[in-house]
């Protein structure tokens, strides 16, 4: 089992920057894929960004050039760091650990709003 706990979400103007953290616990944190995901209202949970055990990241195209994921084993902890953030972002924010269909845990995710 893995524990994972959101945090850094919040409400923030268009343009501006704030940074998520995903603390984990229970697990091997090192090799799992750390995965961000987000879900708007009505709309489907959609990955934004993820990087392996291996340090390799993917992004969904709307977020290239703006966000940044990044992890730290040493703390057992995922980042995503969000710039130039437009409305279009908002959503529920959620961390994923997946290692295999059998491992794959979730946060209770975060709010990020983007409004002015």
């Known amino acids: 089992q893995v524990q994972l706990v959101e945090s850094g979400g919040g409400l923030v103007q268009p343009g501006g920057s704030l940074r998520l953290s995903c603390a984990a616990s229970?697990?091997?944190?090192?090799?799992?894929?750390m995965g961000w995901y987000r879900q708007a209202p009505e709309k489907q949970r959609e990955l934004v960004a993820s990087i392996t055990s291996g340090g390799y990241t993917q992004y969904a195209d709307s977020v290239k050039g703006r966000f940044t994921i990044s992890r730290d084993n040493a703390k057992s902890t995922v980042y995503l760091q969000m710039n130039s953030l437009k409305p279009e972002d908002t959503a529920v924010y959620y961390c994923?650990?997946?290692?295999?269909?059998?491992?794959?845990?979730w946060g209770q995710g975060t709010q990020v709003t983007v409004s002015s």
């Open positions: 229970g697990s091997i944190f090192s090799v799992y894929t």
């Open positions: 994923n650990a997946h290692y295999n269909s059998a491992y794959d845990f």
